[in-house]
């Protein structure tokens, strides 16, 4: 009991402490900023700057989602990401940042939908980044696939295949040799696209005697991380720059 | 050695400082891309970028080594150093065994590319340079703060970077 007890309170006060440090608040150059409890994607906290408008005050994220997308060379999507981010949220957003102006009364909710903003808009534009490398991969298989299969590949066009659920999936490459299929589909390091293959390789092994062999192809085994473990539950994993001989015996 | 990795360690010097930018009107925002050069050729798409706010005098800064993997498009961070941050310091993924994993990081911390890199996958990892360490003697000033730059970076003429043209604002 003295133990529970004990540790109740270490909890209980761990928590607290815990608590007063997720959102905090700073004035600095005439303007107040203020922390909160959500990241971008280089660690640092969403953080919303406060200043005195001619309607209110204005809640702004000063840019900061913007600098983040910038980092990668991808400041020219801020403005689209942003409006559409911006519209559902009732804020508005410039070039370079998301806003709104609100009577004090409404400061709490506007403090949260800003934050909600920038951190949707940075995420939106890194998950897009991480498609891309999808798309890198897919180009170097379908030269590879090229070389080592030749006229066995089917042509672009006939990358569809049909699940059991009947749902029609859109993968990377299709290949036909002794009258059995053998889908290749490039997949990046981000969650969905990991969880999208899953998702159709379980579908189309579903099909049971008609399923086809399906090979998930990444960069690296090992930078999937745990992530590794889902694709390799649903299908065979190979890494595209592997030699030949090891394309041949996966669509064995 | 990996193109990024042989980037990230070489000896370096800035080719041409540009001077800070007038401040964005949207952010208040300062920077410059600074050419990098080693050994006499200019990398292309290979800059150290700096930024800061024009209302915040000595502190947000940020410097930061950059490569473009097709000019004008797609940028790769290699490293950064953060100097009083005002967006509330930093915090590492939860990654077991990772040094400062988990835990909250003070205002001026140095995202250094070892920390980042991933080593089997030749790449760096995913994010925006998310790994970080402290750093323990934080400069006082924006010339001390170039210095560790310079030494962090491995650029032996920093001392090209003029101080930026901050503007000050009472805190009513």
């Known amino acids: 009991m003295v133990v529970l007890a004990s540790k109740s309170k270490s909890v209980a006060e761990a928590a607290e402490a815990a608590a007063a440090e997720l959102v905090s608040v700073r004035r600095a150059g005439g303007s107040s900023f203020i922390n909160l409890p959500i990241l971008y994607p280089d660690g640092s906290f969403v953080t919303l700057k406060l200043d005195q408008a001619a309607k209110g005050i204005r809640v702004s994220d000063n840019g900061f989602a913007y600098r983040e997308l910038e980092a990668i060379g991808a400041g020219r999507s801020f ?174 | 050695m990996h193109p990024l990795q042989a980037l990230a360690e070489a000896e370096k010097l800035i080719s041409v400082f540009p001077g800070w930018s007038d401040a964005e009107p949207e ?23 700096g930024g800061c706010l024009r209302y915040q005098p000595e502190r947000h800064v940020v410097f930061e080594v950059r490569v473009s993997r097709t000019l004008g498009r797609r940028c790769v961070p290699l490293m950064r150093i953060c100097w009083r941050s005002l967006k509330g310091g930093h915090t590492n993924p939860r990654r077991e065994g990772a040094e400062f994993c988990g835990v909250r990081l003070g205002s001026t911390h140095f995202h250094t590319f070892d920390q980042n890199w991933h080593a089997e996958g030749g790449r760096m990892r995913a994010g ?45």
């Not at chain 1, 672009?156 to 659920?165: C, L, M, V």
């Not at chain 1, 649903?234 to 890494?239: C, D, M, N, S, T």
């Not at chain 2, 934080?138 to 901050?166: A, C, H, M, Y």
């Open chain 1, 79 to 252: 403005a689209k990401t942003a409006m559409s981010v911006a519209e559902s949220l009732d804020l508005q957003a410039d070039r370079r940042s998301v806003y709104v102006d609100v009577p004090e009364e409404q400061l709490v909710r506007a403090i949260c939908d800003v934050g909600i903003a920038s951190w949707q808009i940075a995420d939106r534009v890194y998950s897009r980044a991480a498609e891309e490398d999808e798309a890198e991969i897919e180009d170097y298989l379908r030269d590879r696939l090229t070389k080592v299969f030749g006229s066995k590949l089917k042509a672009p066009d006939q990358n569809k295949i049909k699940g059991a659920s009947t749902s029609e999936w859109e993968v990377s490459a299709i290949v036909e040799q002794n009258g059995k299929r053998t889908v290749f589909h490039a997949v990046s390091n981000h969650a969905n696209s990991v969880f999208r293959t899953s998702a159709a390789f379980h579908d189309l092994l579903a099909l049971q005697e008609r399923a086809p062999n399906v090979i998930a192809v990444v960069r690296s085994k090992s930078a999937l991380g745990s992530k590794f473990g889902i694709l390799a539950q649903a299908g065979k994993v190979i890494e595209e720059e592997q030699p030949d001989e090891v394309y041949l015996k996966a669509a064995a």
């Open chain 2, 27 to 49: 952010t208040d925002y300062m920077w410059f891309d600074a050419p990098l050069e080693i050994g006499g050729v200019t990398e292309p798409g290979f800059v150290l970028h």
């Open chain 2, 128 to 172: 925006n340079l998310r790994m970080a360490w402290p750093i323990e003697q934080e400069p006082q000033s924006f010339t001390e703060l170039r210095e560790l730059v310079g030494k962090r970076f491995r650029i032996n003429n920093i001392d090209v970077v003029t101080v930026p043209n901050w503007e000050y604002r009472l805190d009513l």
